[in-house]
């Protein structure tokens, strides 16, 4: 029986010198006709700083840890279209400086005040903040624990939103520790971190392949073999998540 599919015509093909494409796999052509209230997922998650540090070190850190996982994730701002009937994602390679620290502007946001708003809260928070960028597939809310009179932030309360159009749930997860990861090493000044200036053209290197375009005509799709691997990767990815 020959292969129903050809993983080649899935692999991103570049449209212009910052416009990358490639077909849509079926669990993404799923969202782009639905209204994009319904593809919205949040995480959210509580971060303490000993000692604490100045709000403008903690802002700078978040705004240089997103810029930095826009390069190395360039699908973050990945969308979903229609082209002659069939669907396809589309991702934007930033040209410059410029782009990019518009890009932050229209996705990163602060808020501060004495207690958590817990998940739903904070949600809440930054539905509205984001409303006027609502074709941004990612946004990000920090929320400080601070009193209007203090500077010096010990505690915070990050929220990551993401399109169901740009990756699933695990891959929401995976984004917000690469993110976590970044920041920390933007809070600790480690050597190397955020120094030189980013060739943005570059990050189009980092388009990550469709899991498609790992399959042959030999892919095992059931059987013990298949139950076997399945269960490998599940506690694979539960142990390093």
């Known amino acids: 029986m020959s292969f129903p599919l050809d993983p080649s015509s899935y692999q991103w093909s570049q449209q212009s010198p910052f416009l990358w494409r490639r ?9 782009i006709p639905k ?15 000993e000692p604490p540090l100045p709000s403008s070190t903690l802002k700078s850190a978040a705004r240089n840890s997103w810029r930095n996982l826009r390069f ?22 930033p040209k410059d400086e410029d782009e990019i620290n518009e890009w932050i502007y229209r996705t990163v946001f602060f808020d501060q005040g004495l207690n958590d708003l817990g998940f739903e809260g904070q949600r809440e928070n930054l539905l509205p903040r984001k409303q006027a960028f609502d074709l941004e ?51 600790s000044g480690s050597a190397g971190v955020g120094q030189g200036e980013i060739e943005w053209a570059e990050s189009s290197r980092n ?35």
């Open 35 to 49: 209204p994009k209230e319904l593809h919205e997922m949040f995480i959210k998650g509580t971060i303490s700083l």
């Open 137 to 187: 597939t990612a946004s990000l809310l920090l929320y400080l624990e601070l009193d209007t009179d203090e500077d010096s932030v010990g505690r915070f309360h990050l929220m990551l939103n993401v399109d169901h159009e740009v990756t699933d749930g695990i891959g929401t997860r995976i984004l917000f520790g690469k993110y976590l990861s970044l920041l920390a090493k933007f809070l």
């Open 207 to 241: 388009l990550s392949p469709p899991w498609i375009s790992i399959m042959d005509e030999e892919q095992v799709t059931s059987g013990p073999e298949y139950d076997e691997m399945a269960q490998m990767n599940k506690t694979l990815l539960l142990e390093n998540m």
């Open 23 to 31: 077909r849509a796999l079926a669990s993404e052509s799923m969202w």
């Open 72 to 93: 190395e994730f360039p699908e973050l701002v990945a969308k979903g279209q229609y082209q002659d009937g069939k669907p396809f994602m589309q991702c934007q390679i």
